[in-house]
């Protein structure tokens, strides 16, 4: 319980530093340090992936919203109807990421392990749009 208690206050803290310095990809960089230092710990590592997971989520929507606030309406239009496109993107790899896990049969489907592994693909996806996001801000 306590980790946990440190991990939330680990990812509000960082959440809180994101949105004060403008997005850096120095934060990012913190994000995926803190994560594999979680996962080195070797315990509770779903948690640590379902952590990442969720703050690259949230990554994700102020890179949009910061992105959205420097835009003209008609680049606002557009980034919208991209993002609707890369969120179908989105979930056609999260569901193959589910299949191809399944199928590769290293782990149990809803054991711990194969969660981590699941969560740990689908943050490595939103991050790589986060950090096409903030490029352009």
Known sequence: ??????KIILSLFILFSFHCTAQTMKTV???EIAHQ????TG???KNCSITYYYQSDS???LAYKNLRLK???QEKSKLRTEQLGWLKKRDQYFRKVYIDTKKEGYFEEG???????????????VFVRVKELIKRI
């Open 1 to 6: 319980m306590r980790i946990m208690i440190q």
């Open 29 to 31: 960089t913190k994000l």
């Open 37 to 40: 230092d979680c996962l080195d």
């Open 43 to 45: 315990i509770g590592m």
């Open 59 to 61: 990554l994700l929507n």
């Open 71 to 73: 835009l003209s309406s």
């Open 111 to 125: 054991s711990s392990d194969f969660d981590m592994v699941i969560f740990d693909l689908k943050a490595d996806y």
